[in-house]
């Protein structure tokens, strides 16, 4: 089944400068503003997900890690602390007084 069988109209508000960036773009490229709408919030949800993923599989890696070292059921505190003591101990090694 195609995407284009299956639409529906939505009615939208921009503010103006947005809305003539858009017919500029429009008349560039030789599309119609409506084709280069569609295009656009495809690509920005295709890009959010993307996004999305990219922190789900990060988040996922950061916990198989910190269960790893046996600290999963870390508090934040203890872990945000754990981190201050380390940047300190990395900045004493870089920057000696």
Same mark, same amino acid.
């Given at each position: 089944?195609?995407?284009?069988?299956?639409?529906?109209?939505?009615?939208?508000?921009?503010?103006?400068?947005?809305?003539?960036?858009?017919?500029?773009? %429009?008349?560039? +490229?030789?599309?119609?503003? +409506?084709?280069?709408?569609?295009?656009?919030? %495809?690509?920005?949800?295709? %890009?959010?997900?993307?996004?999305?993923?990219?922190?789900?599989?990060?988040? +996922?890696?950061?916990?198989?890690?910190?269960?790893?070292?046996?600290?999963?059921?870390?508090?934040?505190?203890?872990?945000?602390?754990?981190?201050?003591?380390?940047? +300190?101990?990395? %900045?004493?090694?870089?920057?000696?007084?």
């Amino acid at each position: 089944m195609s995407s284009m069988s299956q639409t529906v109209q939505v009615t939208l508000r921009l503010p103006k400068d947005m809305y003539e960036r858009v017919t500029q773009a %429009a008349l560039i +490229e030789q599309q119609q503003v +409506e084709d280069l709408l569609r295009t656009l919030i %495809a690509e920005g949800l295709e %890009a959010h997900t993307t996004v999305r993923e990219l922190l789900e599989h990060v988040s +996922e890696d950061y916990r198989a890690r910190l269960a790893h070292e046996g600290k999963l059921q870390q508090s934040s505190d203890a872990v945000l602390q754990e981190l201050r003591d380390l940047r +300190e101990q990395t %900045a004493r090694k870089l920057y000696p007084r």
